[in-house]
């Protein structure tokens, strides 16, 4: 499983307080399970819960949830808006221990070489489709009209405010 230690390093680097104090960063792996199908190949699914534990954490929690969502967006991008879970213990008036869960997968591509070797491949997350663009060219007789109607929402503007 590569996506864990993906995100560790990810947190490590961006958060002051986990590059200060990287034993207060735990990973844990939770009801992991294997999906496969086992008919044509032997390719298969990592399925499990990540929980994150930062203890003693003297920053704001945006400061951890900021490159967190940072992370999930180009690792994990089918998450559900309310699959993130947290927790959190108030240790003293500065400082908080966090705890964050979510769903993770990994897909594993498994190729068997001509002398019988196997290996495998954890694929990348699929890009999210792009989201067309819109041409806001507007058709000459359309400005016309919207000029039209502008130059009357003036004059109106201009009578109300000449009658106060």
């Known amino acids: 499983m590569n996506k864990p230690s993906s995100l560790r390093q990810h947190l490590l680097d961006s958060i002051p307080h986990l590059k200060r104090n990287p034993e207060s960063l735990l ?84 190729t068997q070489d001509s002398n019988g070797k196997f290996s495998t491949e954890h694929l990348p997350e699929p890009k999210p489709e792009p989201k067309p663009e819109y041409n806001l060219e507007i058709d000459d007789r359309f400005q016309e009209l919207l000029d039209g109607r502008q130059a009357e929402f003036n004059d109106l503007d201009r009578q109300r405010k000449g009658a106060t």
Not at 30 to 41: A, C, H, I, R
Not at 82 to 97: G, K, L, Q, R
């Open 27 to 110: 990973v844990f792996i939770e009801s992991g399970k294997l999906s496969t199908m086992l008919q044509k190949n032997l390719n298969y699914n990592y399925l499990y819960n990540l929980k994150l534990i930062v203890t003693d954490f003297a920053e704001h929690p945006d400061t951890l949830i900021t490159p967190l969502l940072q992370w999930i967006r180009q690792h994990q991008i089918d998450l559900k808006p309310d699959d993130i879970s947290f927790e959190a213990d108030i240790i003293s008036h500065d400082s908080i221990d966090l705890e964050i869960g979510f769903p993770l997968n990994e897909c594993v591509l498994v």
